[in-house]
């Protein structure tokens, strides 16, 4: 797991426009180097905000680097990406061929990370797309990193790049022509951790941070996550904490955009209300946030759900933060959410929907489970093409 770096400065980032404009504001300020990481890049108002600032970027020297996956960017058009290229902006996409019809673990491994590195000095993490929400606002958040933390997120985001740049045979794209960044000065007092999911050396960092995070709790946890399907190990850390006497809340999502997985993530309801776990499920908005505060001193902030998919396939990232100022602001945040959007789901809720219902977030439960079997037992015949992505 990667080690906790102290003096840093990190900036809660709470509303949509917030963020964008902080982003684009750093992105306008570049010198020297940027790179942009999202799973969903739009032509919309806000993606052409970005793609407009990026290639400002682009055209008066710094090189900027967009990498995009292939699926959840898969409808931006062809035009933009040229008006990108032209500028000078270097796109590469992840993953780029895309079939509904496979379960390949090749295939199904996505690019979910949201990463904006500026000058290695400034950097962004969050769960924020390239998106606008205008018309469905989305209850997000993202953080902004100065300090010598971002060298561990600009070389992370170089790795990336340069495994795609050479699977894409873009060899002159690749990481040895990215310079050396001297050690970053202090802008702080804030430890924090940057942790990513990928596929060789930092399979389970995410998880079991918040494992750890969690068997060391002692007052109250509160996890916010839209689509909440942890494995049997984080499920039974939750209810030991529970049985221990802290209060363990979570938030979930109210308003599904993926039926499936909110079905699935329901069949966990009657287990978590019998270990006395608090629900609530969010209905202002869509919930799109992946934070947790544990204690009033450990927070985490990023891009990784707490799903088969993203703990054992998606390419995530996390930044863990070890800060009473921050963890306070954050739950905040959070229990005005509850108390303003959400509702509680009590145990004669979960006791009184009709069987059929009940019975259909098993099936999909069960579905789940099995399309991430597939996945992960599936041949593959690219294997080192994965392994090292």
């Avoid at 709470?14 to 964008?20: D, K, R």
């Avoid at 491994?109 to 998106?131: E, Q, T, Y």
């Avoid at 997000?140 to 070389?155: H, M, R, S, W």
């Avoid at 969690?214 to 399907?229: G, K, R, S, T, V």
Wanted: charged fraction near 20%; charge should be positive.
């Amino acid at each position: 797991m990667s080690k906790t770096t102290p003096d840093n400065q990190i900036t809660l980032l709470t509303a949509s426009s917030v963020y964008f404009s902080t982003m684009i504001g750093a992105l306008d300020k570049a010198q020297q180097d940027i790179y942009l990481e999202s799973y969903i890049f739009k032509n919309d108002t806000t993606g052409r905000n970005v793609a407009a600032s990026l290639c400002r970027a682009a055209l008066r020297g710094v090189k900027t680097h967009l990498l995009i996956d292939g699926f959840g960017s898969n409808r931006l058009p062809n035009s933009m990406v040229d008006e990108l290229v032209e500028a000078g902006v270097l796109v590469l996409k992840f993953q780029p061929q895309i079939s509904p019809w496979t379960f390949r673990r090749r295939r199904l491994r996505r690019l979910h990370r949201k990463i904006v590195v500026v000058d290695a000095k400034i950097a962004f993490v969050g769960g924020l797309n390239i998106s606008d929400d205008r018309t469905s606002p989305h209850f997000d958040f993202a953080v902004k990193v100065e300090g010598p933390l971002v060298k561990a997120i600009y070389t992370s985001c170089c790795r990336v790049w340069s495994l795609v740049a050479r699977i894409n045979l873009r060899p002159g794209w690749s990481r040895s022509k990215n310079r050396t960044i001297p050690p970053l000065q202090s802008r702080g007092n804030i430890r924090a951790t940057f942790l990513v999911r990928d596929n060789f050396r930092h399979r389970r960092d995410i998880e079991n941070a918040y494992l750890q995070a969690i068997d060391a709790a002692h007052n109250e946890i509160i996890i916010a996550n839209p689509y909440f399907l942890p494995g049997l190990n984080f499920r039974h850390a939750l209810s030991a904490a529970a049985r221990r006497g802290v209060r363990v809340v979570l938030l979930l999502q109210g308003r599904a955009d993926h039926r499936l997985f909110q079905f699935a993530s329901r069949a966990l309801y009657g287990s978590f209300l019998d270990a006395e776990i608090e629900i609530y499920e969010y209905h202002k908005s869509f919930l799109h946030a992946k934070v947790a505060v544990i204690d009033n001193y450990w927070a985490t902030v990023g891009s990784s759900n707490l799903d088969p998919f993203s703990l054992l396939l998606a390419l995530e990232a996390n930044i863990v933060v070890y800060d009473q100022n921050f963890a306070i602001a954050l739950k905040d945040e959070l229990d005005q959410a509850i108390t303003i959007g959400a509702r509680r789901f009590s145990e004669n809720s979960w006791r009184s929907q009709p069987l059929r219902l009940r019975l259909a977030c098993w099936l999909s439960y069960g579905l789940v489970r099995f399309m991430v079997g597939v996945a992960g037992y599936a041949p593959d015949n690219k294997k080192k093409k994965e392994t090292s992505q």
